[in-house]
């Protein structure tokens, strides 16, 4: 289990010491002054050793989207956490066609989210790449989490948006209904020492669902089926699945948080909480 560190400072570790040495997660910004959060969730051939290589890494795709949000932003104060919080699979290996690897990387996901909400009463993005998009499509059922965007998919294993996009119960004080709609989740359900939300809870806000892919990224030509244990069945982008389809450019498998792309501009949008402002996929 990854646990948050007390420093909140940029670039600070997550994951304690005594952590596995495979796994890591950093935050970039402030988390105690916050008004939005993003979690990168990077997809397969993701170590630690090239956590800051480039925009390619959840590292570097962290700096990208506070650069893009100095750029774009109307003064939300934008924090995002680099989320490294499982074994990401090689890239040409068994585990990256199954979703035992997406499963544990699910939980920790979820851990992750429910100690964010602890720190912080901003509202949480998921950004989640390629192989992550399945750990995310994992954990994303009930998850407090205001909007949940899946790019570069090798598919989901979930029917619809709608079963990522279930209502989550959100508590609010009057000094967070703010234009930023600050919310304070409940502690999630699925936990069982954590308490349950009461009949008062306010009317749930349901997740907004984006789903996105570059027109060089060569996973568009991976088949969206489950056979048994391997692949991964719906894709995000199909017509019925119900996602909101966003502007990504001709980038490739790796190219979505590079600087002056579609791709970056409507993720970092996304994360800023302004669903408005984001450009949509053109017709295919």
């Known amino acids: 289990m990854l646990t948050l560190a007390g420093s909140l400072a940029f670039g600070a570790v997550l994951a304690l010491p005594s952590q596995h040495s495979g796994r890591l997660v950093k935050v970039y910004g402030d988390l105690a002054t916050a008004d939005r959060v993003a979690i990168v969730v990077p997809g397969a051939d993701t170590t630690v050793a090239t956590f800051e290589a480039s925009t390619k890494r959840p590292g570097g795709a962290a700096r990208a989207l506070l650069a893009e949000a100095a750029k774009v932003g109307h003064g939300e104060r934008l924090a995002v956490v680099a989320w490294l919080g499982y074994e990401a699979p090689p890239t040409w290996s068994l585990d990256a066609i199954t979703d035992a690897t997406a499963i544990e990387g699910a939980k920790a996901l979820r851990r992750t989210v429910t100690e964010l909400h602890a720190r912080t009463s901003a509202p949480i993005a998921l950004l989640c790449h390629s192989y992550g998009s399945v750990v995310c499509a994992k954990a994303g059922p009930d998850l407090p989490v205001a909007d949940m ?136």
């Open 149 to 284: 965007a899946l790019f570069g998919s090798p598919g989901i294993d979930a029917p619809s948006n709608r079963t990522l996009s279930k209502p989550t119960r959100l508590d609010r004080t009057p000094s967070d209904r703010t234009p930023s709609d600050r919310t304070l989740p409940n502690p999630l359900p699925s936990d069982p020492t954590l308490p349950n939300a009461t009949p008062s809870d306010p009317t749930p806000s349901a997740t907004r669902v984006w789903a996105g892919v570059g027109g060089g990224d060569w996973i568009r030509f991976v088949p969206k089926v489950k056979l048994g244990p391997l692949g991964f069945g719906a894709d995000a982008l199909s017509p019925g699945y119900g996602a909101r389809l966003f502007e990504v450019g001709p980038g490739g498998h790796s190219d979505y948080f590079a600087p002056g792309t579609p791709s970056l501009r409507n993720l970092t949008l996304i994360a800023l909480g302004r669903p408005g402002d984001v450009v949509a996929a053109a017709p295919a």
